[in-house]
């Protein structure tokens, strides 16, 4: 899958980053599949920000063109995780959406994968964790993903798993895609523009799906 790269997100993505938000609701809706998908995800809500010196928002790019976003929160984030995982170093991926014209090259696995090596690359987080809603996204993360089942029930809306994948680096990493993970340091231009922290208290306050 040549010409992938991963990179933050910042705000002169914003358009392509809402476009691709509403091309795959369409897809979704054609298949009479449920879509997490909004017109607001998290990305758009917290694009350009830094949490600590890491990036809040990310793309996946082919050719220059983005094929897949999504947000990362320095905690684990949402309701429902047990205290002892609100106490471990982790980082919570959120808002994942990927073309659905570039599918075949299964981006969101390409996406999760990225993200667990960067994970693995911070200092102390022992775990990449997110909420994804109905059973079909589950399995596809525990067995195409190698995520855990953490728990699962109603937290604030659909039914929803909380998921898990231990920080691993993943050195095939760089056949598949440009931007290695230690080279996105978080060190990209840019600061917490006013408000900026409160959407961020908000966001962790409650699960956003991953729409793979």
């Known amino acids: 899958m040549p010409g992938y790269q991963m990179r933050p997100a910042g705000r002169t993505d914003h358009q392509d980053i809402a476009d691709l938000v509403h ?5 979704l809706n054609t298949r009479s599949l449920s879509s997490t998908a909004a017109a607001d995800p998290a990305v758009l809500d917290l694009l350009g920000g830094i949490d600590t010196g890491t990036p809040m928002t990310w793309v996946l790019c ?8 999504a947000a990362l ?7 429902g995780w047990p205290a002892r995982c609100r106490r471990q170093p982790a980082l919570t991926l959120t808002g994942l959406i990927t073309a659905p014209q570039h599918r075949a090259d299964r981006p969101g696995r390409l996406m999760t994968s990225w993200f667990t090596d960067y994970a693995a ?6 775990w990449l964790r997110g909420c994804v809603t109905g059973p079909r996204l589950m399995r596809e993360f525990r067995d195409g ?4 089942v953490v728990e699962n029930g109603y ?3 659909p039914y929803s798993y909380l998921m ?3 920080a691993t680096l993943i050195d095939s990493l760089t056949r598949q895609i440009n931007g290695a993970p230690d080279s996105a340091d978080g060190t990209r231009p840019g600061c917490a523009e006013p408000g900026e922290e ?3 208290r908000a966001r962790r306050q409650a699960p956003h799906p991953f729409d793979e």
Do not use: N
């Not at 091309?23 to 897809?27: C, G």
């Not at 082919?62 to 976003?69: H, I, N």
């Not at 690359?121 to 022992?126: A, E, L, S, T």
């Open 62 to 69: 082919r050719s220059g063109q983005v094929v897949g976003c």
């Open 145 to 148: 993903h190698g995520w855990d």
């Open 73 to 79: 929160i320095k905690a684990t984030s949402g309701w």
């Open 121 to 126: 690359r911070q200092d102390g987080v022992q």
């Open 198 to 200: 409160k959407r961020l």
């Open 155 to 157: 937290p604030s809306g």
């Open 23 to 27: 091309s795959r609701a369409r897809w």
């Open 164 to 166: 898990q994948r231990r």
